[in-house]
């Protein structure tokens, strides 16, 4: 298993799948290990995927200090990956609660970033965030499901703050385009994947500080791709729109039928979405 060593001694493990030129891939969750991300939908096809497991995710090392787990703290991190690949400048790609670290990189090392694919990405970050309210409004765009009742009620016990262990796993469909046999075994691993620990530091006090993340990227000339599911909730197409227009060359695209992982509802359209962009030099804009 490839490794390197992280600022503060911690090993830290990252996977290699497919060939090409290198993706830099982070995970959500947040502090979820790479491994939900699989291939990416086949993109593994077209790019070799360097697939990061964050620090105490997965194969990497725990760091000593839990503080360490903090997003901002973790960008030495990344940018350690990018010297150790001995990449002058890096594609990075990151889902979820990723984006705020992968802006958080880009806010500090912005020349080292050609370009930035946030799928279904937070952006705390730059100080915008999903709500309870749009968690809502996604979940009644799937009231004809047959599993929408069951669904409907365990999310209820989630925003009041009396979810059992149950309810987060029936309230699971929300989060898919497709509540299928591929999608029921890959939230069957979120579980097993994800260190609690490290995810109730990675977004605490301290941080982020929006403002000046936005200072620092009102000029950024990376291209960027904000990618946003139609049905997904964390962000809405609309908060992604947000989103995109606080970066200068970001173009925002909504994947038709998509929940928080489109790499799964669509894998097709969602590799070919993304290889478009890496391959293209087009202008900022908006599409779907």
Not at 14 to 33: D, N, Q, S, W
Not at 173 to 183: E, H, K, V
Request: with cysteine; charged share 25%; proline share 6%.
């Amino acid at each position: 298993m490839p490794a390197f060593a992280a600022f503060d001694g911690t090993e830290l493990a990252y996977h290699v799948v497919g060939e090409g030129e290198p993706l830099l891939c982070l995970p959500g969750g947040p502090m979820r290990a790479s491994a939900y991300l699989g291939d990416l939908g086949g993109l593994a096809e077209h790019r070799q995927l360097i697939l990061l497991d964050l620090r105490g995710t997965g194969d990497s090392g725990v760091p000593r200090d839990p503080a360490g787990y903090r997003c901002d703290r973790q960008v030495a991190d990344v940018e350690a990956l990018r010297a150790h690949l001995g990449l002058e400048r890096v594609d990075v790609l990151t889902h979820s609660a990723g984006g705020d670290l992968a802006l958080l990189h880009a806010a500090r090392y912005p020349r080292r970033i050609r370009t930035l694919t946030l799928v279904t990405a937070r952006a705390r970050a730059l100080g915008v965030d999903f709500t309870e309210e749009h968690r809502r409004e996604a979940a009644a765009l799937r009231a004809a499901e047959p599993w929408f009742g069951a669904a409907r009620t365990a999310y209820e016990k989630i925003w009041a703050g009396t979810a059992t262990d149950d309810d987060w796993d029936a309230a699971m469909p929300f989060f898919y385009g497709r509540w299928d046999a591929a999608a029921q075994a890959h939230a069957a691993t979120e579980v097993e994947q994800s260190n609690d620990e490290a995810a109730e530091v990675y977004a605490s006090a301290g941080a982020f500080d929006p403002a000046v993340a936005r200072a620092a990227l009102a000029a950024w000339d990376a291209r960027v791709l904000v990618l946003a599911g139609e049905l997904d909730s964390g962000p809405l197409p609309r908060i992604a729109a947000r989103i995109a227009e606080l970066l200068p060359r970001a173009k925002l695209t909504v994947q038709p039928g998509a929940g928080h992982y489109p790499w799964l509802d669509d894998p097709e359209r969602f590799s070919r979405t993304v290889v478009e962009f890496l391959q293209g030099e087009g202008d900022a804009g908006t599409s779907d």
